[in-house]
């Protein structure tokens, strides 16, 4: 397992990557068109290739046998530090892996990696959203001390799923 940062050479793949993540994790949630317009947003080439090379986004990711199989992004400034009363927030904006890499100890490694670059700049918490029907994300980010700030709405298309808040003090 390799751990390392993204590149502008890695847009594709981890655009792809991102897909594949959130469509075999939340893809039966959504119509067609839904999916197709968020994932045309959110997860193409140019998009993750503009995150990549701006300065509000870092990512890691992780390689098993020279394929992408998991990543973590992380944003400053968060875009729900408004619900935080800490005064420099940073968002866990994603933390996805393929399905089968899951359970396999890299979600600890991706917030190993998220904490110790939260510690690092000096921010004083951790805000993330996560699908309220996630039981199991909710129970891993739980282990990690996050807990539940506020009830927010993650878009995808024109459906609005229910998500939790969750923040992790520093």
Not at 1 to 9: G, K, P, V
Not at 87 to 96: D, S, V
Not at 104 to 131: K, N, P, Q, T
Request: net charge negative; aromatic share 10%.
């Amino acid at each position: 397992m390799i751990l390392r940062s993204a590149t502008l050479a890695d847009a594709p793949a981890l655009a792809k990557l991102g897909a594949e993540t959130f469509v075999a994790a939340f893809g039966h949630l959504y119509t067609p068109q839904d999916l197709a317009a968020f994932l045309a947003e959110v997860h193409n080439p140019d998009a993750v290739a503009a995150e990549i090379a701006g300065e509000d986004c870092i990512h890691r990711l992780v390689e098993v046998d020279d394929a992408l199989v998991a990543f973590c992004k992380l944003r400053f400034p968060s875009k729900f530090a408004a619900y935080s009363d800490a005064q420099k927030p940073i968002e866990l904006a994603q933390l996805y892996a393929l399905p089968g890499h899951t359970g396999s100890g890299i979600g600890a490694r991706l917030m190993d990696w998220a904490l110790e670059v939260a510690r690092d700049g000096a921010h004083d918490a951790i805000l993330l959203s996560v699908y309220a029907e996630n039981f199991g994300a909710q129970r891993f980010y739980q282990r990690y001390g996050f807990g539940k700030i506020a009830d927010i709405t993650f878009q995808v298309g024109d459906h609005l799923d229910p998500e939790l808040l969750y923040e992790l003090k520093l």
